[in-house]
Protein backbone atom coordinates (compact mmCIF):
# COMPACT_ATOMS: atom_id res chain seq x y z
CA UNK A 1 0.00 0.00 0.00
CA UNK A 2 1.45 3.54 -1.04
CA UNK A 3 1.63 5.99 1.30
CA UNK A 4 0.08 9.28 1.17
CA UNK A 5 -1.64 11.86 2.81
CA UNK A 6 -4.57 10.68 3.66
CA UNK A 7 -8.20 12.76 2.18
CA UNK A 8 -8.45 15.09 5.37
CA UNK A 9 -4.56 15.75 5.50
CA UNK A 10 -4.14 15.78 1.83
CA UNK A 11 -7.09 18.80 1.61
CA UNK A 12 -5.86 20.36 4.80
CA UNK A 13 -2.85 20.84 2.93
CA UNK A 14 -4.33 22.36 -0.03
CA UNK A 15 -6.47 24.71 2.07
CA UNK A 16 -2.89 26.03 3.44
CA UNK A 17 -1.45 26.08 -0.15
CA UNK A 18 -4.65 28.45 -0.88
CA UNK A 19 -4.14 30.69 1.97
CA UNK A 20 -0.24 30.60 1.26
CA UNK A 21 -0.69 31.08 -3.27
CA UNK A 22 1.25 28.45 -4.73
CA UNK A 23 4.27 28.22 -6.84
CA UNK A 24 6.28 25.39 -8.25
CA UNK A 25 9.00 23.76 -5.95
CA UNK A 26 11.76 22.46 -7.19
CA UNK A 27 14.76 20.98 -5.39
CA UNK A 28 17.98 22.26 -5.46
CA UNK A 29 20.22 20.96 -7.87
CA UNK A 30 17.71 21.27 -10.50
CA UNK A 31 17.68 24.28 -11.56
CA UNK A 32 22.12 24.73 -11.33
CA UNK A 33 21.64 27.10 -8.58
CA UNK A 34 20.82 27.92 -5.07
CA UNK A 35 16.98 28.73 -4.24
CA UNK A 36 16.69 31.95 -3.21
CA UNK A 37 13.54 31.43 -0.74
CA UNK A 38 11.88 28.87 1.16
CA UNK A 39 8.47 28.48 2.46
CA UNK A 40 5.52 29.54 0.73
CA UNK A 41 5.86 30.87 -2.55
CA UNK A 42 3.58 34.07 -3.92
CA UNK A 43 2.63 33.01 -7.30
CA UNK A 44 -1.08 31.73 -7.83
CA UNK A 45 -1.27 28.04 -9.31
CA UNK A 46 -0.77 24.62 -8.60
CA UNK A 47 0.65 22.72 -11.39
CA UNK A 48 3.61 20.55 -11.69
CA UNK A 49 6.73 21.48 -13.76
CA UNK A 50 5.48 19.58 -17.46
CA UNK A 51 9.30 18.61 -17.68
CA UNK A 52 11.87 17.69 -15.58
CA UNK A 53 15.09 20.51 -14.82
CA UNK A 54 18.34 19.25 -16.10
CA UNK A 55 20.86 17.45 -13.57
CA UNK A 56 24.30 16.75 -13.03
CA UNK A 57 23.13 12.65 -13.36
CA UNK A 58 21.46 11.84 -16.34
CA UNK A 59 18.10 12.68 -14.89
CA UNK A 60 18.58 12.29 -10.71
CA UNK A 61 18.62 15.07 -8.18
CA UNK A 62 19.89 14.12 -4.85
CA UNK A 63 19.11 16.58 -1.78
CA UNK A 64 19.09 16.35 1.61
CA UNK A 65 16.34 16.28 3.91
CA UNK A 66 15.39 16.25 7.82
CA UNK A 67 12.14 13.81 8.63
CA UNK A 68 10.52 16.37 11.06
CA UNK A 69 7.02 14.24 11.20
CA UNK A 70 6.27 10.43 10.91
CA UNK A 71 3.15 8.67 11.81
CA UNK A 72 1.28 5.66 10.36
CA UNK A 73 -0.09 7.70 7.29
CA UNK A 74 2.33 10.31 6.97
CA UNK A 75 5.85 11.73 6.78
CA UNK A 76 6.95 15.41 5.79
CA UNK A 77 10.04 15.86 5.18
CA UNK A 78 12.45 19.90 5.37
CA UNK A 79 14.80 20.61 2.94
CA UNK A 80 17.79 21.18 4.67
CA UNK A 81 19.04 23.44 1.78
CA UNK A 82 15.83 25.78 1.22
CA UNK A 83 13.62 24.73 4.57
CA UNK A 84 10.92 23.89 2.30
CA UNK A 85 8.36 21.30 3.46
CA UNK A 86 7.17 18.35 1.30
CA UNK A 87 5.16 14.84 1.50
CA UNK A 88 7.82 12.00 0.42
CA UNK A 89 4.53 10.96 -1.61
CA UNK A 90 4.14 7.51 -2.96
CA UNK A 91 7.71 6.57 -0.67
CA UNK A 92 6.82 3.24 -0.17
CA UNK A 93 7.48 2.50 -4.30
CA UNK A 94 11.25 4.01 -3.08
CA UNK A 95 14.03 2.45 -1.89
CA UNK A 96 14.25 3.40 1.44
CA UNK A 97 17.67 2.10 3.49
CA UNK A 98 19.58 2.74 6.68
CA UNK A 99 23.54 1.64 6.55
CA UNK A 100 23.48 -0.53 3.41
CA UNK A 101 20.42 -2.27 4.22
CA UNK A 102 16.88 -1.97 3.13
CA UNK A 103 13.86 -0.65 5.85
CA UNK A 104 10.44 -0.11 5.48
CA UNK A 105 9.68 3.48 5.11
CA UNK A 106 7.70 2.88 8.21
CA UNK A 107 10.72 2.93 10.40
CA UNK A 108 11.99 6.71 9.50
CA UNK A 109 11.68 8.81 12.85
CA UNK A 110 11.31 12.21 13.32
CA UNK A 111 14.80 13.51 13.29
CA UNK A 112 16.79 11.21 10.78
CA UNK A 113 18.10 12.91 8.30
CA UNK A 114 17.75 11.54 5.06
CA UNK A 115 19.55 11.40 1.45
CA UNK A 116 16.45 11.90 -1.04
CA UNK A 117 17.23 10.62 -4.65
CA UNK A 118 14.17 11.54 -7.36
CA UNK A 119 13.38 12.89 -10.31
CA UNK A 120 13.41 16.77 -8.87
CA UNK A 121 9.81 17.41 -9.65
CA UNK A 122 7.54 18.70 -6.60
CA UNK A 123 4.20 19.20 -6.99
CA UNK A 124 3.15 22.76 -6.70
CA UNK A 125 0.94 21.89 -3.65
CA UNK A 126 1.81 23.76 -0.12
CA UNK A 127 3.77 21.85 1.52
CA UNK A 128 4.55 20.34 -2.16
CA UNK A 129 4.11 16.59 -2.97
CA UNK A 130 7.38 14.62 -4.47
CA UNK A 131 5.76 11.63 -6.33
CA UNK A 132 9.12 11.08 -8.03
CA UNK A 133 11.51 9.76 -5.50
CA UNK A 134 13.20 6.64 -5.76
CA UNK A 135 15.70 6.39 -2.98
CA UNK A 136 15.86 7.53 0.66
CA UNK A 137 18.99 6.76 2.91
CA UNK A 138 19.53 7.28 6.22
CA UNK A 139 22.59 9.40 6.82
CA UNK A 140 22.16 10.20 10.33
CA UNK A 141 19.36 9.01 13.12
CA UNK A 142 19.78 12.12 14.95
CA UNK A 143 16.68 12.42 17.40
CA UNK A 144 13.09 13.66 17.60
CA UNK A 145 14.11 16.52 19.60
CA UNK A 146 16.39 17.94 16.06
CA UNK A 147 13.15 17.94 14.74
CA UNK A 148 11.28 20.21 16.95
CA UNK A 149 13.20 23.20 15.40
CA UNK A 150 10.18 22.61 12.79
CA UNK A 151 6.79 22.05 15.71
CA UNK A 152 5.69 24.88 14.64
CA UNK A 153 5.46 24.25 10.87
CA UNK A 154 4.37 20.65 11.95
CA UNK A 155 1.21 21.99 13.79
CA UNK A 156 0.49 24.13 10.46
CA UNK A 157 0.43 21.31 7.88
CA UNK A 158 -0.57 18.87 10.08
CA UNK A 159 -3.55 20.17 10.66
CA UNK A 160 -7.35 18.92 11.15
CA UNK A 161 -9.99 20.16 8.38
CA UNK A 162 -12.30 22.91 10.23
CA UNK A 163 -15.46 21.99 10.35
CA UNK A 164 -17.20 24.86 9.77
CA UNK A 165 -15.30 25.89 7.00
CA UNK A 166 -16.61 24.99 3.29
CA UNK A 167 -14.42 21.91 1.78
CA UNK A 168 -11.62 22.96 -0.72
CA UNK A 169 -10.87 20.11 -3.14
CA UNK A 170 -8.23 19.23 -5.96
CA UNK A 171 -8.28 17.71 -9.04
CA UNK A 172 -4.84 15.33 -9.89
CA UNK A 173 -4.14 13.60 -12.80
CA UNK A 174 -1.07 11.80 -14.56
CA UNK A 175 0.51 12.36 -18.16
CA UNK A 176 4.07 11.26 -19.71
CA UNK A 177 5.62 14.39 -18.15
CA UNK A 178 4.44 14.88 -14.69
CA UNK A 179 1.64 14.18 -12.12
CA UNK A 180 -0.10 16.85 -11.96
CA UNK A 181 -2.44 18.85 -9.21
CA UNK A 182 -4.81 21.42 -9.66
CA UNK A 183 -6.28 23.71 -6.77
CA UNK A 184 -10.33 23.67 -6.74
CA UNK A 185 -12.33 26.45 -4.72
CA UNK A 186 -15.81 26.27 -4.34
CA UNK A 187 -17.41 29.10 -6.53
CA UNK A 188 -20.98 28.10 -5.21
CA UNK A 189 -21.96 26.96 -1.85
CA UNK A 190 -24.76 26.57 0.89
CA UNK A 191 -23.09 25.43 3.87
CA UNK A 192 -24.26 24.72 7.58
CA UNK A 193 -21.57 26.15 10.11
CA UNK A 194 -22.12 24.11 13.89
CA UNK A 195 -22.56 26.27 16.75
CA UNK A 196 -22.96 25.57 20.63
CA UNK A 197 -25.98 24.49 22.05
CA UNK A 198 -27.72 23.60 18.53
CA UNK A 199 -27.22 27.61 17.55
CA UNK A 200 -25.85 26.51 13.64
CA UNK A 201 -25.84 29.34 11.15
CA UNK A 202 -25.66 29.06 7.41
CA UNK A 203 -22.90 30.78 4.81
CA UNK A 204 -24.36 30.99 1.50
CA UNK A 205 -22.15 32.20 -1.80
CA UNK A 206 -24.48 32.19 -5.05
CA UNK A 207 -21.86 31.97 -7.88
CA UNK A 208 -21.42 30.63 -11.43
CA UNK A 209 -17.99 29.76 -13.32
CA UNK A 210 -19.24 31.59 -16.45
CA UNK A 211 -21.55 34.51 -17.11
CA UNK A 212 -24.48 34.80 -19.82
CA UNK A 213 -21.89 35.57 -22.26
CA UNK A 214 -19.50 32.38 -21.70
CA UNK A 215 -16.80 34.27 -19.81
CA UNK A 216 -14.99 32.38 -16.93
CA UNK A 217 -15.01 33.37 -13.94
CA UNK A 218 -11.05 34.76 -13.01
CA UNK A 219 -10.35 32.34 -10.25
CA UNK A 220 -11.42 29.15 -12.41
CA UNK A 221 -8.00 27.44 -12.75
CA UNK A 222 -7.20 25.67 -16.04
CA UNK A 223 -5.99 22.11 -16.29
CA UNK A 224 -3.57 21.81 -19.50
CA UNK A 225 -3.23 17.80 -20.58
CA UNK A 226 -2.67 16.53 -24.53
CA UNK A 227 -5.73 14.12 -25.00
CA UNK A 228 -8.21 12.29 -22.76
CA UNK A 229 -6.84 11.25 -19.34
CA UNK A 230 -8.38 10.47 -16.20
CA UNK A 231 -8.93 12.44 -13.35
CA UNK A 232 -9.58 12.21 -9.73
CA UNK A 233 -11.36 14.85 -7.73
CA UNK A 234 -10.76 15.00 -4.08
CA UNK A 235 -12.03 17.67 -1.08
CA UNK A 236 -11.35 18.31 2.35
CA UNK A 237 -15.02 16.66 3.58
CA UNK A 238 -16.06 13.46 2.17
CA UNK A 239 -19.64 14.09 0.15
CA UNK A 240 -22.19 11.89 0.21
CA UNK A 241 -22.75 12.44 -3.51
CA UNK A 242 -21.05 13.71 -6.40
CA UNK A 243 -22.19 14.92 -10.37
CA UNK A 244 -19.65 15.97 -12.79
CA UNK A 245 -20.69 18.34 -15.54
CA UNK A 246 -19.14 19.85 -18.76
CA UNK A 247 -19.36 22.50 -21.28
CA UNK A 248 -17.58 23.01 -24.18
CA UNK A 249 -15.23 25.72 -24.24
CA UNK A 250 -15.93 28.33 -27.32
CA UNK A 251 -12.56 30.01 -27.84
CA UNK A 252 -8.94 28.46 -25.94
CA UNK A 253 -7.06 31.59 -26.54
CA UNK A 254 -5.79 34.05 -24.16
CA UNK A 255 -9.43 34.26 -22.81
CA UNK A 256 -10.93 31.37 -22.67
CA UNK A 257 -14.65 31.20 -22.95
CA UNK A 258 -17.56 28.96 -22.59
CA UNK A 259 -20.82 28.04 -25.30
CA UNK A 260 -23.63 29.99 -23.51
CA UNK A 261 -25.87 28.39 -25.70
CA UNK A 262 -24.97 24.85 -24.88
CA UNK A 263 -26.54 22.10 -22.67
CA UNK A 264 -24.74 20.33 -19.57
CA UNK A 265 -23.25 17.28 -20.52
CA UNK A 266 -23.33 14.67 -17.79
CA UNK A 267 -19.66 13.06 -17.34
CA UNK A 268 -19.78 9.38 -16.16
CA UNK A 269 -18.28 9.41 -12.67
CA UNK A 270 -17.68 7.25 -9.71
CA UNK A 271 -17.68 8.16 -5.93
CA UNK A 272 -15.12 6.02 -3.96
CA UNK A 273 -14.72 4.74 -1.20
CA UNK A 274 -12.19 7.00 0.27
CA UNK A 275 -14.09 10.15 -0.66
CA UNK A 276 -12.67 10.97 -4.04
CA UNK A 277 -14.62 11.22 -7.43
CA UNK A 278 -13.15 9.09 -10.48
CA UNK A 279 -14.24 10.60 -14.11
CA UNK A 280 -12.29 11.20 -17.38
CA UNK A 281 -11.39 14.61 -18.34
CA UNK A 282 -10.27 15.92 -22.14
CA UNK A 283 -9.17 19.18 -23.47
CA UNK A 284 -12.07 21.88 -24.46
CA UNK A 285 -13.93 21.71 -21.67
CA UNK A 286 -15.38 23.65 -18.75
CA UNK A 287 -16.08 20.80 -15.90
CA UNK A 288 -18.09 21.36 -13.29
CA UNK A 289 -18.24 19.46 -9.90
CA UNK A 290 -21.34 19.34 -7.70
CA UNK A 291 -21.08 17.67 -4.32
CA UNK A 292 -23.24 17.07 -1.11
CA UNK A 293 -22.00 17.36 2.30
CA UNK A 294 -23.73 16.37 5.58
CA UNK A 295 -23.21 20.21 6.30
CA UNK A 296 -24.71 21.18 2.37
CA UNK A 297 -22.87 21.43 -1.11
CA UNK A 298 -20.75 23.39 -2.79
CA UNK A 299 -19.43 23.52 -6.54
CA UNK A 300 -16.47 23.75 -8.22
CA UNK A 301 -15.12 24.10 -11.61
CA UNK A 302 -11.84 23.78 -13.89
CA UNK A 303 -11.30 24.10 -17.29
CA UNK A 304 -9.37 22.27 -19.97
CA UNK A 305 -7.10 23.11 -22.53
CA UNK A 306 -4.74 21.22 -24.64
Known sequence: MNKTTSLPLKAAVISLGLAAACLMLVLPGCMGGSQ???GKPDAVGN?????????ADAGEVISTAMVAYADDDTVLFVDQET???????LIDDAVVSENGAEIDADDLVAGNLVQVTGNGIMLESYPGQYPGITKVEVISQGTPADADQYAALVAEVIATPDPSAVPTGYVEYT???AQTSVVLNPFDYHWVVPGDNGNNSEEDLDGEAADASGALASDIIDARIPAAIDAVAGFSATPTNATVERKP????????TVDPAAEDEMVPSTLQADGTVAFTIEPGYLYEIETDYAQGEASYAFYTLS
Open 249 to 256: LTNEGDAP
Open 83 to 89: GAPYFPT
Open 47 to 55: RAAETPAPS
Open 175 to 177: TDL
Open 36 to 38: ESA
